[in-house]
């Protein structure tokens, strides 16, 4: 069944610096999320991309950060200036119609 | 408006036991309410998925009843298995642009003893 891979599957870093998260969605799907999960609490939207733009984006989604397609395949979550609160499990997403498929998630430790 | 109420937080269910989940949500332009299951360190995997124009929708231990006049929906997971041990959220969608955005309930841990 196709995945949605999502590397690194942790990652560490200091507070104001930058991290970039990865992900590959399924190869036929259209549109490309991503969510994030702070530890125990529910799931909350990011950011939705089609087309190669924006398409939606939640109030999280500040200037601090940018996704992008580079190459048509790879999908990556940039975070400029890492905050404490900017810890969490975050989860990239892709769906052809209504079925999302889930990557395995990054859980990012911001020390 | 944006709200989806998951009830209960936790729930323990002895093995052969139902397991019931219930959402409540606001806005009446959703139309996709999905449930997702997740186990520790995964991402939430999509167990299944009801339209509003049926009240229910069955997939093999797993039903979702729909109240639209409510705005209620659950999940009743028939006959519970320890396996079945995992965080459950409700979501619910509508086609917004391109694409749907889910809001998610806030997750119910469910523990099933053997």
């Known amino acids: 069944e196709p995945e949605v891979t999502q590397t690194p599957s942790h990652q560490v870093t200091q507070m104001g610096q930058e991290v970039i998260l990865r992900c590959v969605p399924i190869?036929?799907?259209?549109?490309f999320y991503w969510y994030r999960q702070i530890l125990g609490q529910k799931v909350e939207f990011l950011v939705s991309?089609?087309?190669?733009?924006?398409?939606?984006k939640s109030e999280i989604f500040d200037d601090q950060f940018s996704v992008e397609r580079p190459d048509g395949s790879n999908f990556t979550l940039k975070i400029r200036s890492t905050k404490l609160e900017d810890s969490a499990m975050y989860f990239c997403?892709?769906?052809?119609?209504?079925?999302?498929?889930f990557g395995s998630g990054t859980r990012l430790t911001v020390v | 408006q944006q709200q989806v109420k998951q009830s209960p937080q936790s729930l323990i269910v002895q093995k052969g036991g139902i397991s019931i989940i219930n959402c409540a949500y606001e806005?009446?332009?959703?139309?996709?309410f999905p449930w997702y299951q997740q186990f520790p360190g995964k991402g939430p995997a999509l167990l299944i998925a009801?339209?509003?124009?049926?009240s229910e929708k069955k997939e093999g231990r797993f039903t979702i009843s729909f109240n639209k006049s409510a705005k209620q929906f659950s999940l009743h997971i028939m006959d519970s298995q320890p396996g079945d041990s995992a965080t459950y959220f409700c979501?619910?969608?509508?086609?917004?642009?391109?694409?749907?955005?889910?809001?998610f309930g806030g997750g119910t841990r469910l523990m099933v003893k053997p």
């Open positions: 979501a619910a969608s509508w086609a917004s642009g391109a694409g749907n955005m889910l809001t």
């Open positions: 806005n009446t332009a959703f139309d996709y």
């Open positions: 997403a892709s769906i052809r119609d209504y079925g999302y498929t």
């Open positions: 009801i339209r509003p124009d049926v």
């Open positions: 190869s036929n799907h259209l549109y």
């Open positions: 991309f089609y087309n190669n733009e924006i398409s939606e």
